[in-house]
């Protein structure tokens, strides 16, 4: 019996370390030529880490919110994408009218007053940017 249980350890080991060596090395990336849509996102994900569509969009959905309440008026302000980007929401202040020169007809002219605003700044992180040359 003894020869038995040794076989069976044997037989084990190979099978596991294969699965092993699958999780620690994904396949290698190919370029994709045309912009993505969601729908197009999402089938790549797909593709791509053998997940359900339907789970795709479940954490695409769940990143969205992220995002959208991080950089909300009560939330940080800024959110991080690891290696890929950092978007922030900036505040720009109001701007009073002025008296300058037209550009075009080189005029002086009273420019009209801004309100106070607040923009969005995406920023590209290390990875995106090697990964752009």
Not at 42 to 62: F, H, I, Q, R, T
Not at 119 to 124: F, G, Q
């Amino acid at each position: 019996m003894a020869a038995k249980k040794s076989s069976k350890k044997v037989a084990a080991k190979p099978a596991a370390k294969p699965a092993a060596k699958a999780a620690a090395k994904p396949k290698a990336a190919k370029a994709i030529t045309e912009p993505l849509n969601k729908s197009g996102l999402v089938s790549y994900l797909v593709e791509a880490s053998g997940v359900a569509s339907k789970d795709v969009k479940a954490v695409m959905g769940a990143l969205e919110q992220a995002v959208s309440s991080s950089i909300s008026k009560k939330g940080a302000g800024a959110f991080v994408l690891p290696g890929l980007l950092k978007i922030t929401s900036v505040k720009v202040a109001a701007k009073p009218k002025r008296k300058g020169i037209d550009p075009f007809t080189k005029q002086e002219r009273v420019f009209a007053a801004k309100p106070a605003t607040t923009k969005v700044k995406i920023r590209p992180l290390k990875k995106l940017k090697e990964a752009a040359l």
